[in-house]
């Protein structure tokens, strides 16, 4: 599989290309890692970051006309925590204006979190800022699927970084990708020791994680996970 960038963009928000549907764009700062894919006139954004940088975002997304001829996008939060879903209302603010209709989707713990702006769980006060309570229109369980265009996600929960963490699984024909979240990044896992975190947990899920043929990883934030069965064994090995 060919993974490429367009440099005329600063070092550290580089699109990541992994075609034929997938964009990558590396968080700034604290924010996430967002993900674009798109397949006949439909997208899935996973992950918004805090929202701070929302404008680089989106400024990419219209240079390079990553959305051109988009009419619907689901916004998919793979988990509760305010650097992964900070950026919801703006980026729906956004795409409304431009004719786009916007869809919230989440695994139903994290969609209840989101619903009650739990911020004992969200931790929006940990980045000096607020979580507007918000209404979410998916309210997914493990095995649900996501379809944008041709092309099905299928929801995978992966508790332990918090009670609601989701990986999507797709397998577009020729690339199998698992979006995780902060279940497991490259080299490491998400912390277990914010609210709902649990180290027990993570680590069956990511033994469950272990059984999927992926061809990349690509995590919340930090880079692509290239070979994905290795980076799993050798976290699992010094885990307790």
Same mark, same amino acid.
């Given at each position: 599989?060919?993974?490429?960038?367009?440099?005329?963009?600063?070092?550290?928000?580089?699109?990541? =290309?992994? +075609? +034929?549907?997938?964009?990558?764009?590396?968080?700034?700062?604290?924010?996430?890692?967002?993900?674009?894919? &798109?397949?006949?006139? =439909?997208?899935?954004?996973?992950?918004?970051? &805090?929202?701070?940088?929302?404008?680089?975002? &989106?400024?990419?997304?219209?240079? *390079?006309? $990553?959305? *051109?001829?988009?009419?619907?996008?689901?916004?998919?939060?793979?988990? =509760?925590?305010?650097?992964?879903?900070?950026?919801?209302?703006?980026?729906? #603010?956004?795409?409304?204006? !431009? @004719?786009?209709?916007?869809?919230?989707?989440?695994? !139903?713990?994290?969609?209840?979190?989101?619903?009650? @702006?739990?911020? $004992?769980?969200?931790?929006?006060?940990? $980045?000096?800022?607020?979580?507007?309570?918000?209404?979410?229109?998916?309210?997914? *369980?493990?095995?649900?699927?996501?379809?944008?265009?041709?092309? =099905?996600?299928?929801?995978?929960?992966? +508790? @332990?970084? &918090?009670?609601?963490?989701?990986?999507?699984?797709?397998?577009?024909?020729?690339?199998?990708?698992?979006?995780?979240?902060?279940?497991?990044?490259?080299?490491?896992?998400?912390?277990?020791?914010? %609210?709902? #975190?649990?180290?027990?947990?993570? !680590?069956?899920?990511?033994?469950?994680?272990?059984?999927?043929?992926?061809?990349? @990883?690509? %995590?919340?934030?930090?880079?692509?996970?290239?070979?994905?069965?290795?980076?799993?064994?050798?976290?699992? #090995?010094?885990?307790?």
């Amino acid at each position: 599989m060919k993974i490429s960038s367009t440099e005329e963009f600063p070092r550290d928000i580089v699109p990541i =290309e992994v +075609p +034929p549907h997938v964009v990558m764009l590396r968080g700034i700062g604290w924010d996430s890692n967002i993900y674009l894919v &798109t397949d006949g006139g =439909e997208a899935l954004i996973i992950d918004t970051g &805090t929202g701070v940088n929302w404008h680089v975002y &989106t400024e990419i997304w219209e240079r *390079e006309n $990553y959305l *051109e001829g988009v009419r619907k996008v689901i916004i998919f939060n793979t988990h =509760e925590h305010f650097d992964h879903v900070g950026g919801n209302a703006v980026l729906k #603010g956004w795409l409304e204006k !431009r @004719g786009i209709s916007v869809l919230f989707a989440a695994h !139903r713990v994290t969609a209840d979190a989101l619903e009650r @702006g739990n911020d $004992y769980v969200i931790l929006a006060c940990h $980045y000096g800022r607020r979580f507007e309570p918000q209404p979410v229109d998916l309210k997914l *369980e493990e095995g649900d699927k996501l379809k944008v265009g041709s092309l =099905e996600l299928e929801l995978l929960h992966t +508790p @332990g970084h &918090t009670a609601g963490s989701s990986c999507l699984y797709l397998d577009d024909g020729r690339h199998k990708l698992m979006f995780t979240g902060d279940t497991i990044f490259k080299g490491t896992v998400g912390r277990t020791d914010f %609210p709902t #975190g649990n180290g027990w947990e993570l !680590r069956e899920s990511l033994e469950r994680l272990l059984q999927s043929d992926v061809d990349f @990883g690509l %995590p919340g934030h930090g880079g692509v996970i290239k070979v994905w069965k290795k980076n799993l064994i050798e976290v699992l #090995g010094w885990l307790p």
